[in-house]
């Protein structure tokens, strides 16, 4: 329990040093956003409507740096995150109405990638010197190609010449979302080239990486004494697989780190909706309070998947709660 604690010290201190770079860095961003604004709006403004917008979009900007960390702090105890400037509508709000595809995009993405990768790395290290061992050419190469690269040929090979799956977009644009069957399998239809392309390009690293682990695993006392006991092989493989995954659960949360920069790529390649979109907006409209409501979100994810491994790595491996015990 100390190590969780310990870990949790520290993810509170990484949690406000991130929240004031999150802070710090719109602010040292060229250009003035109000101004931006304001050269948007057609015809005559007048002063008093020039106030009104700095009252509502400024945050304060016109004061001191030290006074708007203290407001930002506390509107974030708040739950607040300001107002988008680009879109007049509440971050939070802005937010929630699009971070539900980038979950479902990534999640799916990764909970398969890692599934899929760690049930083949230890097929193949348990049988490892067999046939499957010409597989892994073709996994190293996958391996080293980009999401958004293998998205774009694999639009351009099944999308566009083949017409496998749609183009572009979450769904068929002139349906109603609504819990229907219609709906539902639009929404799996578009999914699955932006789902491929990210799961092809991950599964390489969990399934050798877990190959691996596998191998070096499996010439363990603990696994050669258990084959000499006669145990079932099933079992056996079982064994020598929990301990051979510690390592695959400890990069689980350095992997959506990469699954959510990668996804923002993707979602652009397949014009799916979703955080990636609002951050080039954002960042295209100098869109301060967007900015850093969506730097965040992102952050607090990793963090928090972070931790869940920690959580996991605690459960799974005794050793952790022998030591905490001592």
Known sequence: MRMLLRRLGVY?????VTITVNFILPHLMPGDPIQQLIAKLTG???????RAIKEQFGAGLDQPLYL??????????QGQLGTSISLSAPVAQVLGSQIWWTIGLIG????????????????????RGSRFDSVIPLATFLQSVPYYFLGTILIMA???HFHFFPLQNAYDQYLSPGFNTTYIWSLFRHSQLPILSIVLSSLAGWMLGMRNMMITTVAEDFVLMAVAKGLPRRRVIFHAARN????SVANFALAIGLLVSGSLLVEQIFNYPGVGNLLVQAVGNEDYPLLQGIFLLITFTVLGANFLADLLYYLLDPRTRTATAH
């Not at 051979?244 to 390592?247: D, M």
Request: glycine share 8%; aromatic share 20%; net charge negative.
């Open 12 to 16: 509170a201190f990484t949690a406000w």
């Open 108 to 127: 799916i993405a990764a909970v398969l990638s890692f599934v899929i990768g760690t049930f083949l790395g230890v097929v193949f290290g348990w049988t």
């Open 68 to 77: 708007q960390y203290l407001h930002y702090w506390g509107h974030l105890l």
């Open 44 to 50: 005559r403004v007048t002063p008093e409507e020039i």
């Open 244 to 247: 051979a995954i510690l390592p």
């Open 158 to 160: 099944f999308a566009v």
